[in-house]
């Protein structure tokens, strides 16, 4: 039986920030792996100040084309298939500014579902990936991607709702993202000061500290043994140049520290259709070849 995984996300460079490692790992072990991008990314500031002169010039005129050249370069070094959901992305507006009508947060779900709906009964993912209700954290297209994902999952698996987009299918499990978690932040900081204290990195990371503090603790069940893929992830990451300077503290931390105290990826298992035991390794522990689909 060839396994699938789906992961939803928001924007293009959402991938790769939040799982890229994880995608490569199992397509590494013969996975089908795809991933949707709900919204072009085309409201994204750049947030490269090194960002090249002809790169620049593009993303003046026409930042969803950027875009899709960095989302094509991410996913030829995940060597993931890649969807566009094609909503237009909503933006972060500031001091309670109204999103765009036509954007995606703004979007019915009876409406913005349905194409993932079709996606779902494509690709009949055994495994999803997809954020909390929250989003991971608080941009309306995040927490957006969220609602979407529940509601096609639900939609997807019944018979009955829309039969043009193909037979049923109901996804195994399900999964949030928790990749980015207080936990993970604390050990490779601890890590860092007591191994390389005089890495340049530490000040940001010192930075970082105060407001990763104050986020709770996430609720891991599942850590995926990606650690070997880390380089690839920022490969990835750097793919998306507009919005990853080359020497973002945030993502680029030493690979050899992170492997030597945190080689996973995390991942918290919030639906599952086949029994598992907790904690898990692997996100398609307890799927077998024994299932009748």
């Not at 003046?60 to 070094?77: I, K, Q, T």
């Not at 990195?201 to 709770?216: P, S, V, Y």
């Not at 995926?224 to 931390?253: C, K, M, N, T």
């Amino acid at each position: 039986m060839t396994l699938r995984l789906l992961a939803v996300h928001a924007h293009p460079d959402d991938e790769s920030s939040k799982g890229a490692a994880t995608y490569a790992y199992y397509r590494d072990r013969g996975v089908e792996v795809t991933v949707v991008s709900c919204t072009g990314g085309e409201r994204g500031d750049i947030q490269n100040p090194a960002l090249e002169a002809h790169a620049t010039a593009m993303a003046d005129r026409d930042m969803a084309g950027l875009r899709r050249l960095e989302m094509a370069r991410a996913r030829a070094f995940m060597g993931i298939d890649h969807r566009w959901l094609g909503y237009l992305d909503s933006g972060l507006p500031e001091n309670g500014e109204a999103l765009q009508p036509q954007s995606f947060a703004m979007t019915p779900l009876e409406i913005s579902g349905v194409p993932l709906v079709k996606v779902i009964r494509e690709v009949r993912p055994h495994v999803v990936i997809t954020y909390d209700e929250n989003g991971g954290y608080p941009h309306p297209d995040h927490i957006r991607t969220h609602e979407v994902t529940m509601w096609a999952m639900d939609a997807a698996a019944d018979a009955e709702a829309l039969p043009e987009w193909g037979p049923a299918w109901t996804v195994d499990k399900l999964y949030y993202d928790r990749i980015i978690s207080p936990q993970r932040f604390t050990a490779v900081h601890a890590a860092m000061v007591a191994e390389q204290p005089d890495n340049p990195l530490l000040e940001t990371m010192e930075e970082m500290k105060g407001w990763m503090a104050d986020r709770a603790p996430a609720n891991v069940t599942t850590q995926v043994p990606a650690g070997a893929f880390f380089d690839v992830r920022d490969s990835a990451l750097r793919s998306h140049a507009s919005q990853v300077a080359p020497d973002s503290a945030f993502f680029f931390w030493p690979n050899d520290l992170q492997r030597s105290v945190w080689p996973w990826e995390d991942f918290e298992l919030v639906r599952s259709r086949v029994e598992t035991t907790l904690p898990e390794s692997d996100l398609f522990a307890g799927i077998t070849d024994e299932d009748p689909r």
